[in-house]
């Protein structure tokens, strides 16, 4: 079957650094997204990656390992509205969204 | 863009009574998809339409749920009869074209069924 993996819960400290990890197994690999999501609002991109590295973008980079079918989102210089929900998603070999439970992401000042 | 319109936003409903759901997508996307967002489940695809042609209904629960896009500028998902089960945030989302593109989300309608 395909899963999706990252940790239920995390907690960070307002200006420190976090990362969130997601592994997965899935039917093929057409590229791995990452959703931010604030409590009561919707899903809002923030990355996308499908060739292996480091995608930076200000405060948010993500990086990706095809061969270990991992990834991870790094949050710098964290902010109190970076507390949210951070989904990581991969797209399957028929393109088809494969979605992760998401990671709860408190940020205490 | 005023981005994916979603209605109503808030729907509390007594169990048996049918609901219904309304999203407009982008203007040009051809693709629209429906998500149910559980604590327990997470994000579930129902449904997906590209062009107005349903593509994948597999993740429709059962026969109560069914859902049309008559034109590229409106869908509907209805229950009817709902349950209490069926108590979720459904979510419309839509993007240009399949592939490694980003879905943009509407606001979500938060259905509560007594």
């Known amino acids: ?109 | 863009d005023a981005g994916v319109i979603q209605s109503p936003r808030h729907e509390v409903t007594e169990m048996g009574q049918e609901v219904t759901l309304r999203c407009k997508p982008i203007s040009g996307h051809d693709y629209l998809f429906w998500y149910r967002q559980t604590m327990m489940r997470g994000l579930e695809l129902l449904i997906y339409f590209n062009n107005n042609v349903p593509i994948d209904d597999s993740g429709m629960p059962e026969d109560r749920f069914s859902a049309k896009m008559p034109n590229a500028s409106f869908s509907t998902l209805k229950i009817q009869p709902s349950e209490p089960r069926d108590s979720a945030v459904y979510f419309c989302a839509s993007t240009l074209t399949s592939g490694a593109n980003v879905l943009t989300f509407g606001a979500g309608s938060r259905l509560t069924v007594l």
């Open chain 1, 1 to 109: 079957g395909q899963n999706i993996d990252q940790p239920t819960e995390m907690t960070a400290t307002e200006g420190a650094i976090v990362q969130i990890n997601c592994t997965y197994q899935t039917s093929g690999f057409n590229g791995l997204f990452w959703y931010q999501q604030h409590a009561g609002e919707a899903p809002t991109f923030l990355s996308y990656n499908v060739l292996d590295g480091l995608e930076e973008k200000g405060r948010f980079s993500s990086f990706l390992s095809r061969s270990k079918g991992y990834s991870y989102l790094l949050l710098k210089e964290l902010q109190m509205k970076d507390s949210a929900s951070y989904l990581c998603a991969v797209m399957d070999s028929n393109y088809q969204l494969i979605w992760g439970a998401g990671t709860k992401l408190i940020i205490k000042p």
